[in-house]
Nanobody, 127 residues
């Protein structure tokens, strides 16, 4: 599986950013996909994930502001981020794995296990 992110940047509070991620490879190893965020001094956390049945989960802190979506071929993943606040600042990673639990374990351990991770894109929100 290959994961390549694009997007990110710097905006002021209330602004928007859009992240994109192309994912290719065996469909088994990308059944679950998602966006994760790591802020300075913080653990990597799940922002939004989507499973093979198109079920979506969001972190409470981004509900109503962020939207995860994918193209019909499920080879491109997007994260639309609106109403951004400084607490949204961080490195955003796209990842794919056989299950959502695999992604969560990778994020907690800081080491890719069954998941494949992008290199990350910085998103900065200034007040």
């Amino acid at each position: 599986v290959h994961v390549t992110e694009s997007g990110g940047g710097s905006v002021q509070t209330g602004g928007s950013l859009r992240l994109s991620c192309t994912i290719s490879g065996d469909t088994y190893f990308r059944a679950s996909m998602g966006w994760f965020r790591q802020s300075a001094g913080q653990e990597r956390e799940a922002v939004a994930t989507v499973d093979s049945d198109d079920s979506v989960k969001y972190a409470d802190s981004v509900k109503g502001r962020f939207t995860i979506s994918q193209d019909n071929a499920k080879t491109t993943l997007y994260l639309q981020m609106n109403s951004l606040i400084p607490e949204d600042t961080g490195e955003y990673y796209c990842a794919a794995a056989p299950t959502r639990d695999s992604l969560i374990v990778d994020a907690k351990t800081g080491r890719p296990g069954f998941g494949t991770w992008g290199k990350g894109n910085q998103g900065t929100v200034s007040s």
